[in-house]
């Protein structure tokens, strides 16, 4: 963002003698950034202009959508003309359009199917039947994540560099971890991050392989994705490939599995969709769980609580503080770091958002509930803040007000989406006793 003034006929005469692309010295991964940054922006513009319409309307949109998107590829790369710090290149362009392309046809193969298992989550509002989505909807999010931030290579030089580096880790549980702590936190973490596709990987055999569904065969498909995502992140710069993560992830998907394939699964699924069953109206037990995990996040954030009472230094690291635009932090550090940021945010706050769901299906009429779905959100909200505004006095945190945002995005996520299941929980429960 550091504006260099140049006269405008200037900058179509330098646009204009740019070198033609010399696609032998072009970076695998920058092509393959560009090529990916287009992708979604025609896909969602074909989606916006022909979902549910048929072939004549999406090849008519198809030929107005490329040529817009590649003008609005020369586009960018012109304005980067005013910008010295960002290199203007034909290449780029190239490979913004073949993006471009590539979400076209992507929406043609498959848009519309994408459409009908989106409708899934709003048409469908059977308890089981939104599980089942979000349990997919986790799946592809996960994949997704593994992933990116899409700095691929294709080069052997680079690869053995990555194995150098330590990135590629052959030998299972040779990882040195800081302390055991440590060890074991992401040890578990990679175990649960696992058991979602464990039990979507059951559930799906169980609908469509019913005769085949077992739990061996669901935790050698488990393992055959765990092994899938680590292959696809060896080509991954950023990424970490080990054989551990394999392992751990096969044993993650096996629990999934098991509490899909348990003799009394049906019912542990049918409490956790919400299927119908008598309203609990205590609600002293989600605020103790409100309670404990409130504490759970103020102690994760705050670790190891080293507390600054330098005035000075307290007053620059306020000043710094409210001074920050949101979102700023995220765009100076890399790509993979700041996704993985916003996801940990996310994710941290959602169970707050789930828990006063649950706290404000106990008010009797509707205006209650409303109440305390606004109150959960306020909870959240200051409860955000307080972390982040004490984080002034601890030098090691970096007090930040995209935090706090993201915090509350995740609390309204986890609230939405339990809210709707409890919803629909009710109207099966209202239906069942008319009939």
């Given at each position: 963002?550091?504006?260099?003034?140049?006269?405008?006929?200037?900058?179509?005469?330098?646009?204009?003698?740019?070198?033609?692309?010399?696609?032998?010295?072009?970076?695998?991964?920058?092509?393959?950034?560009?090529?990916?940054?287009?992708i979604?922006?025609?896909?969602?513009?074909?989606?916006?202009?022909?979902?549910?319409r048929?072939?004549?309307?999406?090849?008519?949109?198809?030929?107005?959508?490329?040529?817009?998107?590649?003008?609005?590829?020369?586009?960018?790369?012109?304005?980067?003309?005013?910008?010295?710090?960002?290199?203007?290149?034909?290449?780029?362009?190239?490979?913004?359009?073949?993006?471009?392309?590539?979400?076209?046809v992507?929406?043609?193969?498959?848009?519309?199917?994408?459409?009908?298992?989106?409708?899934?989550?709003?048409?469908?509002?059977?308890?089981?039947?939104?599980?089942?989505?979000?349990?997919?909807?986790?799946?592809?999010?996960?994949?997704?994540?593994?992933?990116?931030?899409?700095?691929?290579?294709?080069?052997?030089?680079?690869?053995?560099?990555?194995?150098?580096?330590?990135?590629?880790?052959?030998?299972?549980?040779?990882?040195h971890?800081?302390?055991?702590?440590?060890?074991?936190?992401?040890?578990?973490?990679?175990?649960?991050?696992?058991?979602?596709?464990?039990?979507?990987?059951?559930?799906?055999?169980?609908?469509?392989a019913?005769?085949?569904?077992?739990?061996?065969?669901?935790?050698?498909?488990?393992?055959?994705?765990?092994?899938?995502?680590?292959?696809?992140?060896?080509?991954?710069?950023?990424?970490?490939?080990?054989?551990?993560?394999?392992i751990?992830?096969?044993?993650?998907?096996?629990?999934?599995?098991?509490?899909?394939?348990?003799?009394?699964?049906?019912?542990?699924?049918?409490?956790?969709?919400?299927?119908?069953?008598?309203?609990?109206?205590?609600?002293?037990?989600?605020?103790?769980?409100?309670?404990?995990?409130?504490?759970?996040?103020?102690?994760?954030?705050?670790?190891?609580?080293?507390?600054?009472?330098?005035?000075?230094?307290?007053?620059?690291?306020?000043?710094?503080?409210?001074?920050?635009?949101?979102?700023?932090?995220?765009?100076?550090?890399?790509?993979?770091?700041?996704?993985?940021?916003?996801?940990?945010?996310?994710?941290?706050?959602?169970?707050?958002?789930?828990?006063?769901?649950?706290?404000?299906?106990?008010?009797?009429?509707?205006?209650a509930?409303?109440?305390?779905?606004?109150?959960?959100?306020?909870?959240a909200?200051?409860?955000?803040?307080?972390i982040?505004?004490?984080e002034?006095?601890?030098?090691?945190?970096?007090?930040?007000?995209?935090?706090?945002?993201?915090?509350?995005?995740?609390?309204?996520?986890?609230?939405?989406?339990?809210?709707?299941?409890?919803?629909?929980?009710?109207?099966?429960?209202?239906?069942?006793?008319?009939?």
């Amino acid at each position: 963002m550091q504006y260099h003034p140049i006269r405008f006929a200037d900058a179509v005469e330098r646009f204009r003698h740019l070198p033609l692309p010399e696609y032998a010295s072009v970076s695998s991964s920058d092509w393959a950034t560009n090529v990916m940054l287009f992708i979604p922006l025609t896909f969602t513009w074909m989606g916006a202009l022909v979902a549910d319409r048929r072939w004549p309307a999406r090849v008519a949109a198809a030929a107005l959508i490329l040529p817009l998107a590649a003008a609005l590829a020369v586009g960018i790369e012109f304005s980067q003309m005013w910008f010295p710090a960002r290199t203007t290149s034909l290449t780029d362009i190239t490979a913004e359009t073949v993006g471009a392309a590539v979400g076209i046809v992507l929406w043609l193969g498959v848009g519309q199917l994408v459409v009908v298992w989106l409708r899934q989550y709003s048409v469908d509002r059977r308890p089981a039947s939104q599980l089942r989505w979000l349990l997919q909807a986790y799946v592809v999010g996960f994949v997704i994540y593994s992933v990116i931030p899409l700095d691929l290579t294709m080069s052997v030089t680079e690869l053995y560099h990555k194995y150098a580096r330590g990135q590629i880790i052959l030998v299972p549980f040779s990882y040195h971890f800081g302390s055991a702590s440590e060890a074991a936190y992401q040890t578990l973490a990679d175990i649960a991050l696992f058991v979602p596709i464990g039990a979507w990987v059951a559930v799906r055999l169980k609908e469509y392989a019913p005769r085949r569904a077992s739990l061996e065969t669901a935790v050698l498909i488990g393992g055959i994705i765990a092994a899938s995502i680590e292959v696809a992140q060896l080509l991954v710069l950023s990424r970490f490939t080990s054989t551990t993560d394999i392992i751990l992830g096969t044993i993650g998907t096996a629990i999934g599995a098991k509490l899909v394939f348990r003799p009394d699964a049906r019912t542990v699924f049918a409490a956790a969709a919400g299927e119908p069953r008598p309203r609990d109206r205590k609600a002293w037990p989600w605020l103790a769980l409100l309670a404990g995990y409130s504490l759970f996040l103020i102690a994760g954030f705050w670790f190891p609580f080293a507390v600054t009472r330098n005035p000075a230094i307290v007053r620059t690291r306020l000043d710094q503080f409210l001074a920050r635009a949101p979102f700023f932090a995220l765009y100076e550090t890399d790509p993979f770091n700041a996704i993985k940021q916003l996801v940990v945010r996310l994710v941290l706050f959602a169970p707050i958002g789930i828990i006063w769901a649950n706290i404000a299906s106990v008010g009797r009429i509707a205006a209650a509930r409303r109440l305390l779905l606004t109150a959960g959100m306020v909870y959240a909200a200051t409860l955000a803040f307080g972390i982040e505004i004490t984080e002034v006095l601890m030098p090691d945190k970096v007090a930040d007000s995209t935090e706090i945002a993201l915090c509350v995005a995740g609390a309204l996520a986890g609230l939405v989406v339990t809210w709707r299941v409890l919803r629909a929980r009710d109207e099966d429960l209202e239906l069942s006793r008319r009939r």
